[in-house]
């Protein structure tokens, strides 16, 4: 059974600060891994995906990172500031490509002005 | 394109009525999710359909909830008999087969 992991659970940095978040996830036979932010209250807006044939992808100040062998991906935020504020989640898809995505619980970030 | 739509976006009811909620997903999207997310925790799997076909349920998914996808476009969930328990966020996602999945605003259930 799949078991992804965020740690921590909560961080707070101040404004301008390049920071990292990390996911890993138990079971390395994946398809693909999604980062997603969430406001509270509201839906997941989807940030990257990374196939799992990917080392990396970016977006603006977003780069996210896999290492499928080690179970592990980050997601590196450049210049942070005070509306990047929400909780980040990944997700992983199994190899089979079945709809089930298994998710972590979430990093709440705080970016204080 | 207006993204993934659900309805209602609240609802409370009194624990032993049923509710059903709607998803409408990307228009060009064969796959579409549906989740439940508690507070603090993660979104967790309940089912998900390609096309009209559901071809997975989580154990999550009792007897008391039914989802379907009529000619492959909107979605419903159904509960029956509420509980207590069942009062969390309703989340529905779509995408294209091995694609990113896009989320809905979710359906906040409350069961008093």
Known sequence: KQEVTQIPAALSVPEGENLVLNCSFTDSAIYNLQWFRQD???????????????????????????????????????????????????????????????FGDGTTLTVKP | DTGVSQDPRHKITKRGQNVTFRCDPISEHNRLYWYRQTLGQGPEFLTYFQNEAQLEKSRLLSDRFSAERPK?????????????????????????????????????????
């Open chain 1, 40 to 102: 509270p209250g509201k839906g997941l807006t989807s940030l990257l995906l990374i196939q799992s044939s990917q080392r990396e992808q970016t977006s603006g100040r977003l780069n996210a990172s896999l290492d499928k062998s080690s179970g592990r991906s980050t997601l590196y935020i450049a210049a942070s500031q005070p509306g990047d504020s929400a909780t980040y989640l990944c997700a992983v898809r199994p190899n089979t490509n079945a709809g089930k995505s298994t």
């Open chain 2, 72 to 112: 492959g476009s909107f979605s419903t969930l159904e509960i029956q008999r509420t509980e207590q328990g069942d009062s969390a966020m309703y989340l529905c996602a779509s995408s294209e087969l091995g694609r990113e999945q896009y989320f809905g605003p979710g359906t906040r259930l409350t069961v008093t």
